[in-house]
């Protein structure tokens, strides 16, 4: 079991690594965290994505991001904030003042680790355990530790790229790449999109009503002038190819 928890482990570092894009991490790598964590739910999120101005969440999922990402209410949040190392429940609260931060039954074990870029936080990953489960141990805290380097790592490289592709377009005189033409939610949305996911399979992911996708969608047609997913897609992989 030992051995077969480690090839997992190492197929979680191979997926992250292969990632395109953040959309790509999340769809990939989210269900093997689920799965070698055995957590009831695990989530990736950056919280520039997350917290953009352009993003309307509805108003209980607001108030729960709130609340998880803040340092004051949130003492997971506030040790991962501070000594960007990972964390569970019973590592800085007890199971009483745990249950008045998160009186969740499907939060009951929380486990979080950083992602960490040039310094800064910029996003978490996350894990839940419900009640009738066993308790996060130190050797998951290890094992979340390794995940969160290997994606910190990621999402270095992928920003550096990113950077570097924009100024590449500024030089070249493209100033309206996709990037420019779409919000970053649009742009989340296109992406699961062309993956081939289905309107509520887009908006389970990034935890948004399925109307609010077929919305965006519009937008995406009309500000890339195409007619069909099909179209967008294209464009979207077109401008993926290298020059």
């Given at each position: 079991m030992e051995i077969q928890s480690e090839s997992q482990l190492q197929g979680i570092f191979q997926i992250i690594g292969q990632a395109a894009n953040e959309n790509e991490l999340r769809s990939q790598v989210t269900h093997k965290i689920r799965k070698y964590f055995t957590t009831t739910r695990s989530g990736i999120f950056f919280f520039d994505s997350l917290l953009s101005a352009n993003i309307k969440l509805p108003s209980a999922l607001k108030k729960a991001a709130e609340t998880a990402l803040s340092t004051e209410r949130n003492p997971i949040a506030r040790y991962i904030a501070e000594r960007h190392a990972p964390a569970h429940e019973s590592l800085v609260s007890s199971p009483k003042a745990?249950?008045?931060?998160?009186?969740?039954?499907?939060?009951?074990?929380?486990?979080?680790?950083?992602?960490?870029?040039?310094?800064?936080?910029?996003?978490?990953?996350?894990?839940?355990?419900?009640?009738?489960?066993?308790?996060?141990?130190?050797?998951?805290?290890?094992?979340?530790?390794?995940?969160?380097?290997?994606?910190?790592?990621?999402?270095?490289?992928?920003?550096?790229?990113?950077?570097?592709?924009?100024?590449?377009?500024?030089?070249?005189?493209?100033?309206?790449?996709?990037?420019?033409?779409?919000?970053?939610?649009?742009?989340?949305?296109?992406?699961?999109?062309?993956?081939?996911?289905?309107?509520?399979?887009?908006?389970?992911?990034l935890w948004i009503t399925e109307n609010s996708v077929k919305q965006a969608l519009k937008k995406i047609f009309r500000k890339l002038e195409v007619s069909s997913r099909t179209e967008m897609a294209v464009q979207l992989s077109a401008e993926k190819q290298p020059r």
């Amino acid at each position: 079991m030992e051995i077969q928890s480690e090839s997992q482990l190492q197929g979680i570092f191979q997926i992250i690594g292969q990632a395109a894009n953040e959309n790509e991490l999340r769809s990939q790598v989210t269900h093997k965290i689920r799965k070698y964590f055995t957590t009831t739910r695990s989530g990736i999120f950056f919280f520039d994505s997350l917290l953009s101005a352009n993003i309307k969440l509805p108003s209980a999922l607001k108030k729960a991001a709130e609340t998880a990402l803040s340092t004051e209410r949130n003492p997971i949040a506030r040790y991962i904030a501070e000594r960007h190392a990972p964390a569970h429940e019973s590592l800085v609260s007890s199971p009483k003042a745990w249950q008045l931060v998160c009186p969740r039954p499907d939060h009951w074990h929380v486990m979080a680790g950083p992602i960490v870029t040039k310094g800064q936080l910029i996003g978490v990953l996350g894990c839940t355990r419900e009640k009738s489960q066993s308790a996060f141990t130190h050797q998951d805290l290890a094992d979340m530790s390794a995940v969160c380097m290997h994606s910190s790592t990621w999402a270095t490289t992928m920003r550096i790229q990113q950077s570097s592709d924009s100024l590449e377009n500024s030089l070249n005189g493209n100033t309206t790449p996709l990037a420019a033409r779409l919000t970053a939610r649009e742009r989340q949305i296109a992406d699961l999109v062309a993956l081939g996911k289905k309107n509520a399979e887009v908006g389970a992911e990034l935890w948004i009503t399925e109307n609010s996708v077929k919305q965006a969608l519009k937008k995406i047609f009309r500000k890339l002038e195409v007619s069909s997913r099909t179209e967008m897609a294209v464009q979207l992989s077109a401008e993926k190819q290298p020059r």
